[in-house]
């Protein structure tokens, strides 16, 4: 399991160092691309998690549609932006890098709301 581990933060470790903050010139990111090209490897694209990566870890990335379903129907929208900045949140052993260290306060709030997003979609998508 170790050597999982291992392997698992030198592949999230090559991810960070391609990551970089997005300059003020370039077109903004929707919360999805920001989502997309910053917590998708771990996430997954649809937020249920299940990537080759995260099954690496030891503690297995959260199912993030259901954020909502497993508070009763509520989203905590200022935890969970405090989780995806990671600089004032404390969650377990920090598998997830600290976004706030690259991304902006606005970025930071665009894939909160893309997650809250997701939350609807499964809603209207009920039977």
Do not use: N
């Amino acid at each position: 399991m170790r050597r999982a581990k291992t392997l698992a933060w030198l592949t999230l470790s090559s991810a960070l160092v391609a990551a970089r903050p997005i300059a003020a010139e370039e077109a903004p990111l929707s919360g999805k691309q920001l989502y997309q090209q910053y917590c998708a490897s771990c996430h997954g694209l649809d937020g249920r998690a299940g990537t080759r990566l995260a099954k690496l870890f030891e503690r297995q990335p959260p199912d993030l549609t259901r954020i909502a379903v497993r508070r009763g129907g509520w989203f905590p929208e200022v935890l969970v932006k405090e989780i995806v900045d990671g600089r004032f949140a404390a969650h377990g052993d920090r598998q997830m890098p600290v976004w706030g260290e690259i991304l902006s306060s606005d970025q930071v709030m665009l894939i909160t709301e893309h997650l809250y997003r997701i939350q609807d979609d499964l809603k209207s998508a009920a039977p």
